[in-house]
């Protein structure tokens, strides 16, 4: 494959991941960069898949938006800008919003509880320094929420959103103090999503995803 940066090879933990799942990997991590192109037969060697398999996990990453095809020029990784990835970090906090207020509304206690153990999850792994767990869990609490919420429509939303933006999301989630500055925001969420307040649910969500539009928007 002629590239910038050459396909990371498939090691043992990640042959248990999906092709997309390796491939969506490989861009948020930049192992596979911006405008890289992404040829079907080199894919397809690299990870020990069918053309066929490739071409399904692909068009699953086209239309997550992180890779984009070029008429006579195949597929190759879309790039984000800076501006783009505010904007759409901007629209999801509008949509996650609603997910939390939605949440508020329908959680159950046996919902509640898994949201609680979460949390203290996040204090744990802040306090140890567990940046990865951490980042591992923030995902789960997010997830968590938008699937209590149970509004089809609104996650589907969510997911492709955060596909486009999450190679900066993932950029953000590196950095030593971020932890500490979204942690007390999650704990927020938590609390107003368990104590059934809808309005507060909603707000809390809304200060959390614009505080990392903001970051974003100061990582140039």
């Known amino acids: 494959m002629t590239s910038a940066t050459p396909l990371t090879p498939a090691r043992d ?4 991941l999906s092709l997309t799942d390796r491939l969506r990997q490989d861009i948020v991590a930049g192992n596979l960069v911006p405008h890289q192109r992404l040829i079907e037969s080199d894919v397809a060697e690299e990870h020990g898949a069918s053309r066929g398999e490739v071409r399904l996990a692909l068009n699953e990453l086209i239309t997550e938006g992180l890779v984009e095809r070029i008429p006579n020029r195949g597929a190759r990784v879309r790039k984000v800008s800076l501006e783009e990835a ?5 629209v999801r906090a509008a949509v996650e919003s ?5 949440a508020a509304e329908k959680i159950t206690d046996e919902q509640a509880n898994e949201l609680s153990d979460i949390g203290q999850a996040m204090q744990e792994a802040v306090e140890r320094g567990a940046r990865d767990e951490y980042s591992n869990l923030n995902r789960k609490l997010h997830t968590l929420i938008i699937a209590v919420a149970d509004q089809q429509t609104a996650a589907q939303t969510i997911a492709r ?5 999450i190679r900066y999301h993932f950029q953000l989630s590196t950095q030593p103090d971020r932890p500490q500055v979204s942690l007390p925001q999650h704990l927020a969420i938590i609390e107003a ?9 909603a707000a809390a969500m809304q200060e959390h995803l614009d505080s990392v539009a903001e970051a974003i928007a100061t990582s140039r």
Not at 13 to 16: E, R, V
Not at 98 to 102: G, M, Q, S, V, Y
């Open 13 to 16: 933990i990640t042959q248990q």
């Open 86 to 90: 505010i904007e759409i970090t901007e």
């Open 98 to 102: 609603l997910c939390a207020r939605k």
């Open 161 to 165: 959103l955060r596909g486009q933006a």
């Open 193 to 201: 999503i368990c104590a059934r307040n809808p309005g507060a649910a």
